[in-house]
């Protein structure tokens, strides 16, 4: 049953709760990227992993199997992380890569119609001030975040314009972001039970735990329900619905959690 976010516990005066919980169990880690282990910012590129962040995560790796699931792609987030010890999802689960037996590319057949789609949208925003379509391998994204609000309806209109007629892509909305996808029945929480079952981790001790803080990410935080951890970066006012189990503030304290997780798993996880 969903919650709202503002109602959930705060993930870090649980740890002990959790700590009894995890104790004998195997756990599986899956971290969103912007937003989760960066703070949001304005442009894409400016989301740089703090090298404190990477330390952290690289410490989990050692112990856990450790998977970034990311809106963006694979190939960027892999750059922006620079390890190669986790399993890498990107376009939201389209495109999976790492140390698993075989990779995952949902999106092959859709490139020539999402390039297409990319340069029709560049064409119909280029007097639209702030915009950015950014052009993905699995999606094509524009984001408004700096569109002024009064122009932000023009975005949308020109998305709709560009799928009418379309029956093999759609739009999904994210933080400030509409995506251009393929319409396959594919989305983070898919990507998730997939890296499990390629890790061969769908026994009743293993926990996977995902955290994240975008609307995407609910889909992730649903699909381990039950059996796993879900846990949502956001402030404690917001009011919107969850599949999480808990909240944390932001990246910073994901930090002390993913500190957390590797000390109790016995790695030390470095400054």
Not at 109 to 114: I, K, T
């Amino acid at each position: 049953m969903n919650k709202s976010i503002r109602d959930l516990p705060f993930v870090l005066s649980r740890r002990q709760a959790l700590a009894r919980r995890l104790a004998g169990k195997r756990i599986a880690v899956f971290l969103d990227y912007d937003g989760t282990l960066t703070p949001i910012v304005d442009k894409p590129e400016m989301a740089v992993l703090a090298p404190s962040m990477r330390a952290l995560v690289k410490a989990l790796a050692d112990r856990l199997p450790v998977a970034i699931v990311s809106g963006r792609d694979r190939q960027d987030v892999h750059r922006l992380v620079g390890l190669d010890s986790l399993i890498y999802a990107g376009s939201h689960g389209l495109d999976i890569a790492g140390p698993i037996a075989a990779a995952y590319d949902g999106c092959g057949e859709y490139r020539e119609m999402l390039v297409e789609a990319g340069k029709r949208l560049r064409r119909e925003l280029t007097n639209v001030g702030g915009v950015l379509v950014e052009c993905k391998r699995c999606s094509v994204a524009v984001h408004y975040r700096l569109v002024p609000e009064p122009e932000r309806p023009r975005i949308m209109a020109a998305v709709d314009a560009v799928l009418a007629g379309q029956t093999e892509l759609r739009a999904t909305a994210g933080n400030m972001v509409i995506e251009i996808q393929p319409k396959v029945n594919w989305n983070k929480g898919k990507a998730v039970s997939w890296i499990l079952r390629a890790l061969n981790l769908e026994t009743a001790d293993v926990v996977p735990i995902f955290i994240g803080d975008d609307i995407t990410d609910e889909d992730a935080f649903a699909a381990i329900d039950g059996r796993g951890i879900g846990v949502v970066v956001s402030g404690p006012s917001a009011n919107r619905a969850t599949a999480a189990g808990y909240r944390i503030d932001g990246p910073e304290e994901v930090g002390v959690f993913l500190r957390f997780l590797a000390e109790m798993n016995g790695s030390e996880s470095g400054n």
